[in-house]
């Protein structure tokens, strides 16, 4: 047996212990969530959400497992799963921001800064087609890309919809229905890129992340491993930082929106929809 599968098997290994394990976390998990009632209407919503997310991940990723073994050796497949992430984090990215029909449009901010990233990758020889490392990365990228995207969105629709009375006065004092929308949402939302600096900011002395230590039990030396792992992390700021700004400019000019809330004049409606 190889000296990278040994250490993969020493750091977790795969058996009854883990399968034990995880059940006990995911019950942990949900247990809090029911029991401090973490919902935004104090029910037991997370905690059903909890539990459908674990058996969820386990079964997606098993099913992954076994295609990625045939995709990254077939140029169609892969870009046919590469295709399938960004349309998985385009649907999961545009339920969370919007409950109607303009969910579609987060497939912007999430593909927009994705694509040339890793298709300079591809140009630059730093990753090839076909092969195992486009969707590792890709999957990293996709991943940042959603999380941004999902947090900027509902900051910024939440700053729109709560601070209406500010979007009013802008709008009386001649502002554009964007340019009133960005002054109230672009502070809140700029906030969405704090995971992502404070991940930066603190990797190697608060945590290992995975790119690191995938690495590392794949042979490589810590050197070129830290290198990877800054390389990530670099891409991260990079592609996130697009998303905010893309996801920001989208809910700024009305194409990303939530429903009108009833008791608000006409013209403050315009504003916060987009109608």
């Not at 029910?43 to 674990?54: D, K, L, P, Q, Y």
């Not at 045939?70 to 649907?91: E, I, K, N, P, S």
């Not at 729109?160 to 979007?167: D, K, L, T, Y």
Request: charged share 10%; no cysteine.
């Amino acid at each position: 047996m190889s000296a990278p599968v040994l250490a993969a098997e020493t750091l977790l290994p795969v058996g009854t212990a883990l399968a034990v394990t995880l059940v006990v976390l995911l019950l942990v998990a949900t247990g809090v969530a029911a029991l401090f009632r973490l919902s935004p209407d104090a029910s037991h919503r997370r905690a059903r959400e909890i539990v459908t997310a674990g058996v969820r991940a386990a079964a997606q990723l098993a099913a992954v497992a076994a295609v990625i073994g045939w995709a990254v050796h077939h140029t169609a497949g892969l870009l046919a799963f590469l295709l399938l992430m960004l349309g998985v984090a385009t649907r999961t990215a545009g339920r969370r921001i919007t409950a109607n029909g303009t969910w579609w449009w987060a497939a912007l901010p999430i593909a927009a800064p994705v694509l040339p990233v890793v298709a300079a990758l591809v140009a630059a020889g730093l990753l090839t087609v076909p092969g195992v490392a486009v969707v590792p990365v890709s999957g990293i990228l996709i991943g940042g890309a959603l999380t941004a995207t999902v947090l900027a969105g509902r900051r910024a629709l939440d700053e729109v919809s709560q601070r209406h009375g500010e979007v009013e006065a802008a709008l009386a004092l001649g502002f554009t229905p964007r340019e009133a929308r960005l002054e109230v949402a672009l502070g809140a939302a700029s906030d969405a890129l704090l995971p992502a600096l404070d991940q930066t900011r603190t990797v190697g002395l608060v945590t290992l992340p995975g790119a690191f230590v995938g690495m590392l039990l794949a042979g490589a030396s810590p050197l070129m491993a830290g290198a990877v792992q800054v390389f990530v992390l670099i891409a991260l700021l990079a592609v996130e930082a697009i998303s905010v700004a893309l996801t920001v400019d989208l809910v700024a000019r009305g194409v990303l929106h939530r429903e009108a809330v009833r008791g608000r004049g006409p013209k403050v409606q315009r504003a916060i929809t987009g109608g």
